[in-house]
């Protein structure tokens, strides 16, 4: 299946000069939405993963059933104010602006090979931030998975020592 065509272009969102790529035409297509979800686990079913961590709020879509059908636990990663106990926190940079985000204390357990899944790697801030997480924890970064990677904005080069892997890629 082409997932590509099922994403839509929206120009000049959130802000003008940004082509936004939205994936919510795809998670209305259930052949799409399925296809996305076993190319996922189809990655990573033979690798040794403990747990997987959702970025907010779309990394939840796609790591919770990624989860399920690997056999392991999830873990939310959510920004300030939104996780009820006891809370590391990261700040970092966005194309557009800063962020902060935040994990329980208790949700990595020291060693654990951990999945990390976000829809959109663009930057490189939200993911590195949230390997910093990880591993202040005392986990370890089994991998990045995400759904949509713009390599013209180069955000591996901040997770570059991780593995990486994008079911699509713009160029531009």
């Known amino acids: ?5 099922t ?15 939205d994936i919510t035409t795809m998670l209305k ?20 993963i403990d747990v997987v961590a959702g970025i907010e709020s779309r990394g939840f879509i796609f790591g919770m059933p990624l989860a399920y059908q690997l056999g392991v636990g999830f873990i939310p990663i ?12 990261e700040s970092y940079d ?19 090979k951990v999945l990390v899944v976000d829809d959109l790697l663009a930057t490189g801030g939200t993911a590195a931030a949230t390997c910093n997480l990880i591993e202040k924890l005392g986990g370890e970064v089994a991998g990045l998975a ?10 591996r080069d901040k997770i570059k020592n991780y593995d990486i892997f994008s079911l699509l890629t713009y160029d531009e």
Request: glycine share 6%; aromatic share 8%; proline share 6%.
């Open 7 to 21: 994403i839509r272009s929206v120009p000049d969102f959130p802000i003008e000069g940004i082509l936004f790529y």
């Open 146 to 155: 995400f759904i949509i990677e713009l390599s013209f904005l180069q955000g």
């Open 94 to 112: 966005l194309e557009y602006g800063s962020n902060t985000l935040e994990i329980h204390v208790d949700a990595v357990e020291k060693g654990q």
């Open 78 to 89: 959510r920004k300030p104010g939104k996780l009820p106990a006891e809370t590391v926190a």
């Open 1 to 5: 299946m082409d997932l590509a065509s």
């Open 29 to 48: 297509n259930p052949a799409a939405l399925k296809e996305s979800i076993d190319q996922l686990t189809q990655h990573y079913q033979n690798k040794k």
